[in-house]
């Protein structure tokens, strides 16, 4: 199994200001996963980030508004950048564990003002 | 594109009773996996139970069990003995068996069942 920490886990930010979250995992893992999940709504994939390329972003979201990194195998960061109201989500990082596992970040609750 | 649906916004149970909860999934894979979640007030992900699309036998974990038509596309979550730590958001999951050679591993989420169990 894998152990997800994942910060801050909640955090309260003045709009036009950026928020770097951080996922760190206990075991190298090649691929890691950024999700959103809007007030009262499903996870939906922010973008795929693998170790040493850059970050697939799926419709919709884009590298300048969410930046990825990805230095090692056991680390993550995604930057909301120039925040506005409707940033306000949950945001959880997550790991594929071989072809049947999950395992998630504590999600980080993001509230804009 | 694969989609997950789950038409039971909100579903509510008396404590020790049983309820299903419904999900439905489109795909035009032959493998694959799905899942249930569960996410508590505490906003972390719980894995619940899986199947592989492969299996025929009904995935069972304790009081938890599923019904899977893989030719209807349902993957539906029956919970027995229904208890008050059971109370959350249940959100069905697929994801294909491609795995990591296209890179297509990561999940793709229905919109969710909020259960309320009732004491």
């Known amino acids: 199994s894998a152990v997800i920490s994942q910060k801050p886990s909640r955090d309260i930010c003045q709009r036009g200001t950026s928020l770097t979250i951080q996922c760190q995992v206990d075991?190298?893992?090649?691929?890691m996963f950024w999700y959103r999940q809007q007030p009262g709504q499903s996870l939906t994939l922010i973008a795929t980030?693998?170790?040493?390329?850059?970050?697939?972003?799926e419709s919709g979201f884009v590298i300048d508004k969410f930046p990825i990194s990805r230095p090692n195998l056991t680390f993550s960061t995604l930057t909301v950048s120039n925040m506005s109201p409707e940033d306000s989500s949950i945001y959880l990082c997550?790991?594929?564990?071989?072809?049947?596992?999950?395992?998630f970040g504590q999600g980080t609750r993001l509230t804009v003002v | 594109a694969q989609t997950v649906t789950q038409s039971q916004p909100e579903m509510s149970v008396q404590e020790a009773e049983t309820v299903t909860l419904s999900c439905t999934y489109d795909?035009?894979?032959?493998?694959?996996?799905l899942f249930w979640y569960k996410q508590p007030p505490s906003r972390q992900m719980i894995l619940v139970i899986r199947?592989?699309?492969?299996?025929?036998q009904n995935a069972t974990e304790n009081r938890f069990s599923v019904n899977f038509q893989k030719a209807a596309k349902s993957f539906s979550l029956k919970i027995s003995d229904s208890q008050l730590g059971d109370a959350a958001m249940y959100f069905c999951?697929?994801?294909?068996?491609?795995?990591?050679?296209?890179?297509?591993?990561?999940?793709?989420f229905g919109t969710g069942t909020r259960l309320t169990v009732i004491p």
């Open positions: 997550s790991v594929g564990w071989g072809a049947t596992e999950a395992f």
């Open positions: 075991s190298q893992v090649t691929m």
């Open positions: 980030a693998n170790q040493g390329s850059e970050a697939t972003y």
């Open positions: 795909t035009s894979e032959s493998d694959y996996y």
């Open positions: 199947q592989e699309a492969y299996k025929q």
């Open positions: 999951a697929y994801r294909s068996a491609l795995g990591t050679q296209t890179g297509a591993n990561n999940l793709f």
